[in-house]
């Protein structure tokens, strides 16, 4: 059972937006950065978001982030078939003090 | 660019201790603005915190794992270790090394890992005898 919580699948075709959704309380997402990882197959993760809402260097703005209180929201518009993948989102919780992370939702491009 | 790089045994026998080295290159493991920790994997599976340390030897561990966890590090070989302790079958993973940046935590007055920017490829152990 994760701290986080997240959607198993969600699904959408091409060229359509979708969001994810990411759900803690008030010891991680509540009062902690949120980050979004997404994994392709057989790859390691790699940073999306950070900072609830910031893109690393070479991420389109079509992913963007969101929070609101102890919930945190992904974005990806102009879905493409290479956006298949895992995504995750993690924070840090101040009452473990340690990561925690949600149990990912996989992305389908019909 | 930083690279991080697991290595150790592929393969460890159930009781016994896993032990895995990161190697990071092109880059200062004393850099004053990171953590540096492991992630791992099990197979089909989601992903789970395991630790991280500061250069100066400060660590967080997950509480599930704590009993059994040790992460290290040498800033002479610009290395870090993880050890764990009487593993079973649901240790069977693919272990990453990881970057993390870190922020103060308003709450507790300690200092946060933020997100992690720089992953190794990861190393499949699997526990078996």
């Known amino acids: 059972q994760s701290v986080l919580t997240q959607p198993p699948s969600v699904s959408a075709a091409p060229g359509q937006r979708v969001t994810i959704s990411c759900s803690g309380g008030s010891s991680n997402i509540g009062n902690n950065y949120v980050h979004w990882y997404q994994q392709l197959p057989g790859t390691a993760p790699k940073l999306l978001i950070y900072?609830?809402?910031k893109r690393p260097s070479g991420i389109p703005d079509r992913f963007s982030g969101s929070k609101s209180g102890t919930s945190a929201t992904l974005g990806i518009t102009g879905l493409q078939t290479g956006d298949e993948a895992d995504y995750y989102c993690a924070s840090w919780d101040s009452n473990l003090s340690a990561g925690v992370f949600g149990g990912g939702t996989k992305l389908t491009v019909l | 660019q930083l690279q991080l790089q697991e290595s150790g045994p592929g393969l460890v026998n159930p009781s016994e201790t896993l032990s895995l080295t990161c190697t990071v290159s092109a880059g200062s493991i004393s850099s004053s603005n990171n953590y540096w920790g492991w992630i791992r994997q099990p197979p089909g599976k989601g992903l789970e915190w395991i630790g991280i340390?500061?250069?100066?030897?400060?660590?967080y561990y997950n509480p599930s794992l704590k009993s059994r966890v040790t992460i290290s590090v040498d800033t002479s070989k610009n290395q870090f270790s993880l050890r764990l302790n009487s593993v079973t079958a649901a240790d069977t993973a693919v272990y990453y090394c990881?970057?993390?940046?870190?922020?103060?935590?308003?709450?507790?007055?300690?200092?946060?890992?933020?997100?992690?920017?720089?992953w190794g490829q990861g190393t499949l152990v699997t526990v078996s005898s």
């Open positions: 900072d609830n809402n």
């Open positions: 340390i500061y250069s100066s030897g400060i660590t």
């Open positions: 990881a970057r993390a940046t870190l922020y103060y935590d308003l709450l507790t007055g300690f200092y946060a890992a933020g997100g992690v920017d720089y």
